[in-house]
């Protein structure tokens, strides 16, 4: 299987309202946190593989592209609206 089809995999597998770190993902798919993020910059299906629910290590949001744009303001909304604290 492909790294980024993994990294998708391991994402879609996270519950509404639950939050995951890029580096428990990248341990997940055998890979480091920042090629993680990487491939989910490119993330072409955002409803379908649920990107906004990873998360950096120190519990902050960290970033989140949007149709090739940057959206962090929308995936800390995206988070809220699940229930998710955010700090």
């Known amino acids: 299987m492909e790294l980024k089809q993994k990294v998708f995999k391991e994402v879609c597998k996270i519950p509404k309202g639950k939050t995951i770190t890029y580096k428990q993902i990248a341990k997940a798919a055998g890979t480091h946190s920042r090629a ?7 993330n072409p299906h955002p409803i379908k593989v649920p990107c906004h629910r990873v998360i950096r290590s120190d519990g902050k949001p960290g970033g989140y592209t949007y149709k090739g744009k940057r959206k962090d303001k929308m995936k800390i909304r995206l988070l809220k609206k699940e229930g998710v604290k955010i700090f």
């Open 36 to 42: 993680v993020a990487k491939i989910l910059s490119t």
